[in-house]
T-cell receptor, first 110, second 116 residues
Framework: DAKTTQPTSMDCAEGRAANLPCNHSTISGNEYVYWYRQIHSQGPQYIIHGLKNNETNEMASLIITEDRKSSTLILPHATLRDTAVYYCIVTGAGSYQLTFGKGTKLSVIP | DVKVTQSSRYLVKRTGEKVFLECVQDMDHENMFWYRQDPGLGLRLIYFSYDVKMKEKGDIPEGYSVSREKKERFSLILESASTNQTSMYLC???????????????FGPGTRLTVL
């Protein structure tokens, strides 16, 4: 069973905020939400992760709902270089396994 | 910044050849991983290592072996390459391995292997 559900694709205008949603309704209390992205023909790149609280770093912000059943990755000012497949992953403490689903293909449009 | 490098971006080998894929990380990470990525199947874990000379099988270890003689280097070996091992191979590393904590994996650029 898929642990996360993401839209297949999204478009975003260059310079605007990109908001990528993820549903993880069966998340457990000790499971983290991770976001990675993969630009074509490259290895996945770590973006951000969180447990309960909202998180922000130099790349993005992560908003997790209070019930933790969904989250949103926000790229505040999308550029053409942000065009990639974005993966939302739920993984537990002590787990070495990252299960990448199909992700969301984000296209940033000039 | 964490840097994970892989020996080749593209590799073409013939069926039956022995293939070595090398991965090096420069952040003194304890854990290293080998995945393969295929269209429609996502990333699948082949092997991982949590210490020098220690290894654990992942989901699809058949046809592969690994070697970790030094902390920074993790090698994936295809003993006798077959066409169904044509894939993108990704190496990753992470700092810790603890039942209480989750750790971030950092990936290399990938090696696209074609077996003819």
């Amino acid at each position: 069973d898929a642990k996360t559900t993401q839209p297949t694709s999204m478009d975003c205008a260059e310079g605007r905020a990109a908001n990528l949603p993820c549903n993880h309704s069966t998340i457990s209390g000790n499971e983290y939400v991770y976001w990675y992205r993969q630009i074509h023909s490259q290895g996945p790149q770590y973006i951000i992760h969180g447990l309960k609280n909202n998180e922000t770093n130099e790349m993005a912000s992560l908003i997790i709902t209070e019930d933790r059943k969904s989250s949103t990755l926000i790229l505040p000012h999308a550029t053409l270089r942000d065009t990639a497949v974005y993966y939302c992953i739920v993984t537990g403490a002590g787990s070495y396994q990252l299960t990448f689903g199909k992700g969301t293909k984000l296209s940033v449009i000039p | 910044d964490v840097k994970v490098t892989q020996s080749s971006r593209y590799l073409v080998k013939r069926t039956g050849e022995k293939v070595f894929l090398e991965c090096v990380q420069d952040m003194d990470h304890e854990n290293m991983f080998w995945y393969r990525q295929d269209p429609g199947l996502g990333l699948r874990l082949i092997y991982f290592s949590y210490d020098v000379k220690m290894k654990e099988k992942g989901d699809i270890p058949e046809g592969y072996s690994v070697s970790r003689e030094k902390k920074e280097r993790f090698s994936l070996i295809l003993e006798s390459a077959s066409t169904n091992q044509t894939s993108m191979y990704l190496c990753a590393s992470s700092l810790i391995f603890s039942p209480e904590e989750q750790d971030t994996q950092y990936f290399g650029p990938g090696t696209r292997l074609t077996v003819l």
